[in-house]
Protein backbone atom coordinates (compact mmCIF):
# COMPACT_ATOMS: atom_id res chain seq x y z
CA UNK A 1 0.00 0.00 0.00
CA UNK A 2 0.88 3.12 -0.74
CA UNK A 3 2.03 5.99 1.46
CA UNK A 4 -1.03 8.28 1.64
CA UNK A 5 0.67 11.91 2.13
CA UNK A 6 1.81 10.95 -1.62
CA UNK A 7 5.28 12.56 -3.69
CA UNK A 8 6.12 16.46 -3.54
CA UNK A 9 5.28 18.72 -6.18
CA UNK A 10 7.78 20.62 -8.04
CA UNK A 11 6.08 23.76 -6.75
CA UNK A 12 5.94 23.31 -3.09
CA UNK A 13 9.45 24.15 -2.13
CA UNK A 14 9.87 27.34 -3.88
CA UNK A 15 6.24 28.35 -2.44
CA UNK A 16 8.02 27.53 0.98
CA UNK A 17 10.81 29.13 0.65
CA UNK A 18 8.31 32.30 -0.49
CA UNK A 19 6.16 31.92 2.53
CA UNK A 20 9.54 31.55 4.81
CA UNK A 21 11.48 34.81 3.50
CA UNK A 22 8.12 36.77 4.15
CA UNK A 23 7.27 35.99 7.10
CA UNK A 24 11.21 36.86 8.36
CA UNK A 25 11.00 40.20 6.40
CA UNK A 26 7.50 40.74 8.31
CA UNK A 27 9.15 40.19 11.50
CA UNK A 28 12.11 42.18 10.87
CA UNK A 29 10.02 44.91 9.97
CA UNK A 30 7.76 44.31 13.23
CA UNK A 31 10.60 43.90 15.35
CA UNK A 32 12.22 47.83 13.93
CA UNK A 33 8.87 49.22 14.59
CA UNK A 34 8.68 48.48 18.42
CA UNK A 35 12.45 49.07 18.61
CA UNK A 36 11.71 53.21 17.46
CA UNK A 37 8.46 53.59 19.21
CA UNK A 38 9.66 54.49 22.53
CA UNK A 39 11.93 56.85 21.20
CA UNK A 40 9.21 58.46 19.59
CA UNK A 41 6.98 58.26 22.27
CA UNK A 42 9.21 59.85 24.61
CA UNK A 43 10.32 62.79 22.63
CA UNK A 44 6.98 64.85 21.78
CA UNK A 45 6.90 67.33 19.01
CA UNK A 46 7.39 71.12 21.16
CA UNK A 47 4.88 73.58 20.51
CA UNK A 48 6.27 76.66 18.84
CA UNK A 49 5.91 80.17 20.65
CA UNK A 50 4.65 82.22 17.51
CA UNK A 51 6.12 85.47 19.31
CA UNK A 52 9.76 83.96 21.01
CA UNK A 53 12.18 85.15 18.76
CA UNK A 54 14.33 82.82 17.16
CA UNK A 55 16.90 81.30 19.56
CA UNK A 56 15.39 82.07 22.60
CA UNK A 57 13.26 80.65 25.00
CA UNK A 58 10.45 82.84 26.06
CA UNK A 59 10.25 83.41 29.86
CA UNK A 60 6.56 84.02 31.17
CA UNK A 61 5.99 87.44 32.95
CA UNK A 62 6.82 87.70 36.42
CA UNK A 63 4.42 87.59 39.11
CA UNK A 64 3.71 90.59 40.57
CA UNK A 65 4.86 91.00 44.31
CA UNK A 66 3.14 93.47 45.75
CA UNK A 67 5.38 93.70 48.87
CA UNK A 68 2.34 95.42 51.12
CA UNK A 69 1.99 98.13 48.18
CA UNK A 70 -2.23 99.30 48.77
CA UNK A 71 -2.71 99.27 45.13
CA UNK A 72 -6.22 99.60 43.58
CA UNK A 73 -8.21 97.28 41.08
CA UNK A 74 -7.50 99.48 38.29
CA UNK A 75 -3.63 100.30 39.36
CA UNK A 76 -3.14 96.22 39.32
CA UNK A 77 -4.66 95.98 36.11
CA UNK A 78 -2.14 98.20 34.74
CA UNK A 79 1.07 96.96 36.30
CA UNK A 80 -0.10 93.02 35.54
CA UNK A 81 -0.35 94.37 31.32
CA UNK A 82 3.06 96.54 32.07
CA UNK A 83 4.50 93.08 32.48
CA UNK A 84 2.95 91.45 30.07
CA UNK A 85 4.94 93.23 27.89
CA UNK A 86 8.22 93.77 29.87
CA UNK A 87 8.71 90.12 30.79
CA UNK A 88 12.79 90.89 31.70
CA UNK A 89 11.52 92.60 34.64
CA UNK A 90 9.81 92.07 38.06
CA UNK A 91 8.00 94.47 40.61
CA UNK A 92 10.68 96.93 42.67
CA UNK A 93 9.75 95.56 46.54
CA UNK A 94 10.75 96.82 49.66
CA UNK A 95 13.21 94.41 50.14
CA UNK A 96 15.28 95.50 47.15
CA UNK A 97 16.22 99.05 49.64
CA UNK A 98 19.19 98.32 51.32
CA UNK A 99 19.04 98.48 55.33
CA UNK A 100 18.52 102.17 56.49
CA UNK A 101 20.99 103.12 59.52
CA UNK A 102 18.01 104.63 60.96
CA UNK A 103 14.37 104.43 60.80
CA UNK A 104 13.82 108.27 60.20
CA UNK A 105 12.15 107.89 57.25
CA UNK A 106 9.62 105.15 58.81
CA UNK A 107 9.18 107.45 61.37
CA UNK A 108 8.28 110.41 59.45
CA UNK A 109 5.92 108.62 56.57
CA UNK A 110 4.66 106.14 59.00
CA UNK A 111 4.21 103.77 56.09
CA UNK A 112 6.95 104.32 54.06
CA UNK A 113 7.53 102.63 50.07
CA UNK A 114 10.75 103.49 48.62
CA UNK A 115 9.39 102.50 45.04
CA UNK A 116 6.35 103.46 44.86
CA UNK A 117 3.74 106.63 45.43
CA UNK A 118 0.42 108.60 44.15
CA UNK A 119 -0.39 111.71 42.82
CA UNK A 120 -1.24 114.10 40.42
CA UNK A 121 2.12 114.13 37.97
CA UNK A 122 0.90 115.88 35.00
CA UNK A 123 -1.56 118.43 36.86
CA UNK A 124 -4.37 117.07 34.88
CA UNK A 125 -6.53 116.73 37.89
CA UNK A 126 -6.48 113.28 37.56
CA UNK A 127 -4.23 110.55 40.31
CA UNK A 128 -1.12 108.92 39.11
CA UNK A 129 1.19 106.72 40.05
CA UNK A 130 4.67 105.73 39.73
CA UNK A 131 6.41 102.61 40.52
CA UNK A 132 9.95 101.27 40.25
CA UNK A 133 11.06 97.83 38.38
CA UNK A 134 14.08 95.64 38.79
CA UNK A 135 15.38 93.94 35.92
CA UNK A 136 14.89 89.59 36.85
CA UNK A 137 18.93 88.95 35.48
CA UNK A 138 20.39 91.70 37.51
CA UNK A 139 22.43 90.46 40.81
CA UNK A 140 20.24 90.36 43.84
CA UNK A 141 23.03 92.56 45.65
CA UNK A 142 22.95 95.51 42.82
CA UNK A 143 19.56 95.37 41.20
CA UNK A 144 19.52 97.80 38.11
CA UNK A 145 16.06 99.53 38.51
CA UNK A 146 13.80 101.14 35.88
CA UNK A 147 11.07 104.05 37.34
CA UNK A 148 7.54 103.75 35.23
CA UNK A 149 5.10 106.52 35.08
CA UNK A 150 1.48 105.37 35.23
CA UNK A 151 -0.92 108.53 34.14
CA UNK A 152 -4.54 108.02 35.00
CA UNK A 153 -7.28 108.22 32.35
CA UNK A 154 -10.73 110.07 32.64
CA UNK A 155 -12.36 106.43 32.95
CA UNK A 156 -10.75 105.52 35.94
CA UNK A 157 -7.91 103.57 34.34
CA UNK A 158 -4.49 104.13 33.60
CA UNK A 159 -2.60 104.83 30.59
CA UNK A 160 0.08 102.23 29.31
CA UNK A 161 3.40 103.15 31.86
CA UNK A 162 6.16 105.08 30.54
CA UNK A 163 9.91 104.52 30.98
CA UNK A 164 11.30 108.13 32.92
CA UNK A 165 14.33 106.29 33.60
CA UNK A 166 16.05 102.73 32.67
CA UNK A 167 18.51 100.73 34.71
CA UNK A 168 19.80 103.37 37.34
CA UNK A 169 21.16 102.07 40.67
CA UNK A 170 18.19 102.86 43.51
CA UNK A 171 19.08 99.94 46.30
CA UNK A 172 20.30 103.43 48.35
CA UNK A 173 17.60 105.62 46.77
CA UNK A 174 14.10 106.08 46.43
CA UNK A 175 11.37 107.91 44.57
CA UNK A 176 9.40 111.06 46.28
CA UNK A 177 6.99 113.93 45.19
CA UNK A 178 7.96 117.81 45.31
CA UNK A 179 4.92 119.52 44.38
CA UNK A 180 4.73 118.99 40.44
CA UNK A 181 7.94 116.82 40.30
CA UNK A 182 9.20 113.23 39.83
CA UNK A 183 12.28 113.47 42.34
CA UNK A 184 14.28 110.06 42.03
CA UNK A 185 17.17 109.81 44.33
CA UNK A 186 19.95 107.14 43.88
CA UNK A 187 21.51 107.72 47.39
CA UNK A 188 19.71 109.31 50.26
CA UNK A 189 22.90 110.19 51.65
CA UNK A 190 23.74 112.40 48.99
CA UNK A 191 21.33 115.08 48.53
CA UNK A 192 23.04 116.09 45.46
CA UNK A 193 22.29 113.16 43.87
CA UNK A 194 18.67 113.53 43.34
CA UNK A 195 16.98 113.86 39.58
CA UNK A 196 13.98 115.85 38.81
CA UNK A 197 11.33 115.41 36.59
CA UNK A 198 8.42 118.00 35.54
CA UNK A 199 5.79 117.68 33.04
CA UNK A 200 6.01 119.79 30.26
CA UNK A 201 2.50 120.23 28.72
CA UNK A 202 4.08 120.95 25.39
CA UNK A 203 6.20 117.75 24.57
CA UNK A 204 3.39 116.09 26.74
CA UNK A 205 6.27 114.37 28.50
CA UNK A 206 8.44 114.76 31.69
CA UNK A 207 11.58 116.60 31.18
CA UNK A 208 14.90 116.52 33.37
CA UNK A 209 14.73 120.17 35.55
CA UNK A 210 17.91 121.79 36.21
CA UNK A 211 18.08 123.31 39.72
CA UNK A 212 18.74 127.23 38.90
CA UNK A 213 22.46 128.18 39.60
CA UNK A 214 22.95 130.26 42.50
CA UNK A 215 23.37 133.72 41.07
CA UNK A 216 27.41 134.60 41.76
CA UNK A 217 27.79 137.49 44.30
CA UNK A 218 31.14 138.45 43.54
CA UNK A 219 31.05 141.73 41.76
CA UNK A 220 32.29 141.75 38.28
CA UNK A 221 35.46 143.57 37.96
CA UNK A 222 35.48 146.86 35.89
CA UNK A 223 36.38 146.89 32.44
CA UNK A 224 37.68 150.54 32.03
Given amino acids: MGDGRGAPRPGDAEGAGRLSRRTAAALLGLAALLAFAPLACGRPPAAADPDAPRGRVSRPPALPVWSGYSLREAERAAVEEFLRFNRDMRVATDADRRELESDDFRKLYGVYHPYFLRGDVNDDGVLDFVLAFVRRDSDRDSPWFSIVVFTG ?23 SLDRDSIMITPDLEEEESTRRYRWDPIQRSHVFVRDDPEEDDEVPQSQT
Wanted: aromatic residues 8%; without cysteine.
Fill in 153 to 175: TDKSGFAAGSFLERDVSLADGDL
